[in-house]
């Protein structure tokens, strides 16, 4: 599959840099630092000081949904329980 991304420059111009180092292309430079991390055990997300705080305006029911922007999926069903809603 192809895709676009956006690399800032200076990480390219490094990438670019390394890959030449490793005689290999930036696609399979690419490819392989994807692929190690996909096997690597996840870790879990660090939250900024500035992030607690802007978490804790937030409604509880919100504060407890908002692990999905660090990759932890909520469905629907489970964000109606966490508001209280019914089903």
Known sequence: MKTTLD????????AKVLAAQRATTLKSLFLQALEKMLCEPAAEPQ???????????????????????????TTDVHLRELRGESL
Not at 7 to 14: A, T
Not at 58 to 73: C, D, V
């Open 7 to 14: 690399i800032p420059d200076d990480v390219y111009r490094q």
């Open 47 to 73: 939250t900024s000081r500035h992030q607690k705080a802007n978490l804790a305006r937030l409604p509880g029911w919100m504060q407890q949904s908002a692990g999905m922007a660090h990759g932890k999926f």
